[in-house]
Nanobody, 129 residues
């Protein structure tokens, strides 16, 4: 059974940094495309960053240059390093995974939540001004 568990959220001031972690169990995460998503109440869940099985990465425009997605396959863990945080980054952040055979052929689609099969419960990030 695949499980995905996020951690590392918290409250920071604008300009601060946080690192989110996503622990994957039940499968080898190296064979999965993975992504980070965020959602605020009343809005749809949006893609933040994604990484494929070849470690190719893709980012939503508003986080480019500030956020970095990475993975440690030995630890079966996905990360999201978030720097220069802004109040508009405040959201519940989710980690998700999809097996390689179900990853979209078009890489740019990997940031879309509809491709993902396994989801965590989320970790809250709050950025104050």
């Amino acid at each position: 059974q695949v499980q995905v568990v996020e951690s590392g959220g918290g409250s920071v001031r604008a300009g601060g940094s946080l690192r989110l972690s996503c622990a994957v169990s039940g499968v080898a995460s190296s064979t999965y495309c993975m992504g980070w998503f965020r959602q605020v109440p009343g809005k749809e869940r949006d893609g933040v960053a994604a990484i494929d099985i070849d470690d190719k990465t893709n980012y939503e425009n508003s986080v480019k240059g500030r956020f970095t997605i990475s993975r440690d396959n030995a630890k079966n863990t996905l990360y999201l390093e978030m720097n220069s945080l802004k109040p508009e980054d405040t959201a519940m952040y989710y980690c998700a995974a999809v097996p390689r055979e179900e990853c979209p052929i078009l890489f740019r689609l990997l940031v879309l939540p509809q491709w993902y099969k396994y989801w965590g419960q989320g970790t809250q990030v709050t950025v104050s001004s």
